[in-house]
């Protein structure tokens, strides 16, 4: 049976006590571009279609069980042995499977589905090999684990803390990652020692027990270390942010996108951008956000979980937030924030106004200062605004309400009641007149304080 006619399961260790984060958040659960690293993870794994994931957790369970919710099964490491007796740990919940495992690491976030589809191929080369073992090259070996490999094939693997200075000089590193048949995984696993340095089951230990054994084991060397980095603290987590960001930056601008200064730039995973895209400087993208061609966003806005149509406009300083949808043509300007409304074709927002739970009609134009008063501290309600009507600056609309086609609503009012189609709606109190006022008030307050000087 060839490798693509076998299931696949995944095995995803993450039962480490992630220490060097001092997070109370489990490890795998930190974010890199709005996305957890295990999600990264569990999405590269999609494109296999594994029959069936397995995550070992040990500390924090309860975070990722809520976190997964049902899409993965768990397994738990109490106490944690090492990564060999992690691995164990999902046997049961394999039992019965007839198929290849991948083991990854839910720290270890980036690993690209080629190269896990790679491992699975060479599991069934033609030397058919027991393990496939994922290598890399890194520019400074540090204390990784050593593959002792020769064209290919494994002589040895070993831990950094138990290898002697020649082997210490091998450059070849061990990922962690491996590929086997379910049956010679857990066969092996149960052989698998803790005579070593820190008295744990190491999971490399399979390969070096089926050489011993006289069976075949194989390496493949990833060209890109980056996807094998593991993720151990808020530093690391820093970089692999930096990293991730420069990628989908060069991304965006091979795609046809025009970034100003493309490291004040940051995406989030799932960041859509259509063609002759300007993104002006300091501009910050949430999850969620679709962008269409020829829009322009200017310098220091933030945008989640919005939708932008052609030829529209945001900023300077525009905050869109969850269910913010720009139909073709339309505009929000400088300290204009909108949360769950839609600004229709040609709409206009251009300056100092807030749209949260409204519908915006086409051709409307919302004067600076106007607000959607939706929240009455209890419950939200909508703002309807009929297509080009007219909302004079500093109005308050006071939601539930609906502005009318054409309607006027003149600046300063607080409109609190439906406005008909092409009515003129003025909320305001009379205006007071008191002619020489001022220039008596002036005279006696210039008495007094002259009085208070002699």
């Known amino acids: 049976m060839g490798a693509s006619e076998r299931p696949i399961a995944a095995i995803v260790l993450a039962a480490g006590k992630g220490t060097r984060m001092k997070s109370t958040r489990h490890k795998v659960l930190h974010e890199i571009a709005g996305r957890s690293m295990i999600d990264h993870l569990l999405a590269s794994l999609e494109a ?31 106490p944690q042995l090492g990564t060999g007796h992690a691995v164990q740990q999902a046997e049961s919940a394999l039992a019965g499977f007839e198929g290849d495992v991948l083991v990854m690491y839910g720290d270890v976030p980036f690993i690209r589905a080629e190269t896990m ?32 490999a020769e064209d290919g094939q494994i002589a040895r693997m070993v831990e950094f803390k138990d290898a002697d200075e020649r082997e210490r000089t091998c450059m070849l590193c061990n990922s962690g990652l491996l590929a086997a048949k379910a049956e010679v995984l857990f066969e092996l696993l149960g052989k698998v020692g803790n ?21 075949n084991c194989a390496v493949i060397t990833t060209d890109e270390p980056d996807e094998v980095a593991g ?18 930056r060069a991304q965006a601008m091979a795609e046809g996108a025009t970034l100003v200064a493309p490291e004040t730039v940051f995406f989030s995973w799932d960041t859509r951008l259509g063609r002759d ?18 829009v322009t966003i200017h310098a220091f806005c933030h945008l989640e979980g919005t939708r932008l149509a052609s ?16 139909e073709e043509g339309s505009k929000v300007g400088n300290f204009v924030e909108v949360k769950n409304a839609v600004l229709g074709q040609g709409a206009k927002a251009n300056h100092l ?17 106007t607000i959607t008063c939706n929240y009455d501290g209890y419950f939200k309600h909508r703002t309807e605004i009929g297509p080009r009507a007219f909302i004079g600056s500093n109005s308050a609309l006071i939601a539930p ?29 009379d205006q007071l007149v008191k002619p020489g006022w001022a220039d008596r008030f002036h005279d006696a307050m210039k008495r007094k304080k002259a009085e208070k000087k002699g």
């Open 231 to 248: 993720i151990n603290s808020r530093s690391e987590l820093a970089e692999a942010e930096a990293r991730w960001q420069r990628s989908r």
């Open 353 to 369: 106004t807030y749209l949260g739970d409204a519908t915006v009609g086409a051709g409307a134009n919302i004067g600076a200062g």
């Open 48 to 78: 296999l279609a594994p029959t069936k994931t397995v995550v070992v957790v040990g500390e924090g369970r309860e975070q990722l069980e809520a976190h997964l919710g049902g899409r993965a099964d768990i397994a738990v490491q109490q």
């Open 311 to 326: 030829r529209t406009s945001v900023g300077p300083f525009a905050r869109l937030r969850p269910g913010a949808v720009l």
């Open 117 to 148: 589809k790679a491992m699975i191929e060479r599991l069934h080369a033609a030397d058919a090999p027991e393990a496939v073992v994922l290598g890399f090259l890194p520019e400074d070996a540090l204390q990784y684990g050593r593959v002792i």
């Open 277 to 294: 895209v300007m993104v002006e400087p300091n501009v910050v993208f949430g999850p969620g956000v679709e962008v269409a061609d020829e």
């Open 401 to 429: 309400v609906k502005i009318g086609a054409d309607a006027i609503v003149a600046a300063g009012s607080a409109v609190s009641r439906d406005v008909a189609d092409g009515e003129l709606r003025m909320v305001r109190a």
């Open 195 to 215: 005579d070593n340095a820190q008295g744990e089951y190491y999971l490399p230990d399979v390969v070096n027990i089926a050489i011993a054994e006289g069976r």
